[in-house]
């Protein structure tokens, strides 16, 4: 006889019942399978809520708000928020330029001082027969009582001053100006050592002359030629 046999002859020689092992322990696997489908009850729960409880969050009132945060509940009215976001405050709009002229210097500027505010740029535009003879390129008395209010003006500024002339299309020869060109440079020149002279900072200053390639109206009459002909003083933002 087998070891294995000796137990039950013994049980059944006492009369106690014999009963199949596998049947004992099919409590135990239902116990087992329902220990684990908690666990993964648990595991999935805390992946959904993020590793936060309840609470957890500065001013969270349950692990649902943890789940929604960043999402936008989809409604097409004014209403709709960002769900676990705080709301925008007000907005303040930043300039996104520094005002380049001292707003309060304008009011001493001559009437035959033109003002001209662009992208970055800010230009005083004189009729150039407030400056100068026709055909010459030395400054009137006129021409230095428009510029002197300009001066503390462009004093005030850090940045860079362009000088430009520009004429209109009746050609020019004499022997000093062969052409437009030279006439506009040189009056741009002209404007330029009056305001070294007045204690604008040289390395700040450009001279330019344009002749009658930017004109601002057609120059088809005695009144549109007289508008072309100018000089402007331009404050840049960049050199």
Known sequence: MSDAEAPRKRQAQLGIPLTDSGEEDSWLITYLDTITLLLVMFVVMLALSDGKGP???????????????GLLLHDSGPAAIALGQPEPGPQVSTPTTTPLVDQSLLSGLSDDVEVVYEEGKVSFRISSEILFASAGAELE????????????????SPHTVAVAGHT???????????SNWELSAARAGSVIRYLIESGVDPARLRAEGYADTRPLTANDSDKSRAQNRRVELTLESQP
């Open 55 to 69: 609470g957890d969050g500065p001013g969270d009132d349950s692990g649902a708000d943890n789940q929604s945060e």
């Open 168 to 178: 209109d299309n009746l050609p020019i020869n004499t022997s000093r100006f062969p």
């Open 141 to 156: 008395d006129s021409g230095y009582r428009a510029l002197d209010p300009l001066i503390p003006i462009l004093q005030a």
